[in-house]
């Protein structure tokens, strides 16, 4: 028996690869002659460095750059086995993990820290970049992040703007004459799960600034910001990408990447499933195992274990997805191509022990479903 062992990270207590390794544990305390290939995946946010730089015997790099609220910190990224192509986590650099609860303001937030990693990979001489977007504590547009590759975003004195996406509302020029030049010749690839526009109902702000502290006054005023970042943006670029799938990822990071770089954004586990060659992996597998830190309605629209699926249903390989819990809707990913799902923890547990033993409960959820299927082998 083949079996392909592709899980997401279980966010808050396993990577995406210690996921891989307790599934495989669980598989061998059932089939210990079963052929098992680990393969950690991601969707674009937390965890993709990590699941590429091992699924491709790549290279992991850090670089110090400048944090969400000013302060340095150091950001992992990475180079793939191929040598050729970088992978770079807006988190790392830019993310709400990096500040404090209390210290969370998305009206000050830079997403600078991210254009410097561009720049690092740039500097590598690194000319295919993969970017995930996500769990982002900015709300600036991107405009961080260009200003890092040198692009001059001027309020009506002529004076360089402040970080922060509140900054945004006075602003009154972009000069791209010192735009890095090397973007021109650079394929960057964004790795995003929403398809958020950059402004409105559905926009960054209002979608997505209250999980980084943005109060409703603050959702207006980010929103209005974005709308005159937008409108200048475009004309300094000649690019009207606000309204694009994706602009709003990442406060907006999707939106900026489009205006001053060639970027494309794909589903991030597109991006990640190809540079991982997941169909060739998957060619000739009886069965992959994957799996998530929660499963809902939010994962039937395109996450990590649906696109597994929807790349295993062209070989006819069988999914199944093991998670930590199961919100609202998890039931609608069985319309997605995934077979079965079943939550890890067997019972009730407080929060904390769940976290804690995370491992254990892998290794023995998929011990459970191996022997469901030793069960039906046996009644065919």
């Known amino acids: 028996m083949r079996i392909l062992v592709a899980p997401d990270s279980f966010k808050g207590s396993l990577s995406a690869m210690a996921v891989a390794e307790a599934m495989e544990r669980g598989i061998r305390a059932v089939f210990p002659d079963a052929e098992v290939a ?69 009206l000050a937030a830079t997403s600078f820290g991210t254009g410097q990693l561009l720049r690092a990979a740039l500097d590598l001489g690194l000319r295919r970049i993969i970017i995930g977007l996500g769990g982002s ?25 402040g970080p922060g996406g509140a900054r945004l509302a006075g602003l009154a020029r972009i000069d791209l004459e010192g735009l890095d030049p090397r973007l021109a010749e650079t394929e960057l690839l964004v790795a995003c799960d929403v398809d958020n526009p950059l402004c409105g109902e559905r926009g960054a702000s209002a979608v997505f600034g209250p999980q980084k502290g943005a109060s409703p006054a603050m959702v207006a005023e980010l929103d209005a910001a974005l709308g005159r970042f937008a409108e200048l943006a475009a004309a300094a670029t000649g690019r009207d990408v606000a309204r694009a799938p994706g602009a709003g990822a990442a406060g907006g990071m999707g939106a900026g990447l489009l205006f001053f770089t060639g970027a494309r954004i794909r589903p991030g586990v597109e991006i990640v499933l190809e540079a991982n060659d ?90 459970r479903a191996c022997r469901l299927l030793r069960a039906g082998r046996s009644l065919r």
Not at 59 to 72: D, F, H, N, S, Y
Not at 280 to 290: N, S
Request: aromatic letters at 2%.
């Open 137 to 161: 504590a900015t709300n600036d547009g991107g405009a961080g992040m260009a200003q890092a590759l040198g692009a001059r975003l001027l309020d009506r004195d002529g004076a360089p703007l």
């Open 278 to 367: 997941f169909a060739e992996k998957v060619r000739g597998a009886d069965l992959v195992f994957t799996g998530e830190g929660r499963t809902d309605a939010q994962t039937a629209m395109g996450k990590a274990p649906v696109g597994v699926a929807r790349a295993a249903a062209p070989f006819g390989v069988p999914v199944i997805c093991l998670s930590g819990g199961l919100g609202p809707g998890h039931e609608l990913v069985l319309e997605q191509g995934i077979c079965a799902l079943a939550a890890i923890v067997p019972g009730p547990m407080a929060l904390e022990a769940c976290l804690a033993e995370a491992g254990r409960l892998v290794e023995d959820g998929t011990a």
């Open 38 to 106: 680990r393969l950690p995946i991601a969707d674009g946010g937390e965890g993709t460095v990590e699941a590429l730089v091992s699924a491709t015997g790549g290279r992991r790099l850090e670089a110090v750059v400048t944090g969400p609220l000013g302060r340095p910190v150091t950001a992992a990224w990475g180079v793939l086995g191929d040598g050729l192509t970088a992978v770079i986590e807006m988190a790392a650099a830019s993310g709400l993990t990096l500040v404090p609860r209390e210290e969370r303001d998305p």
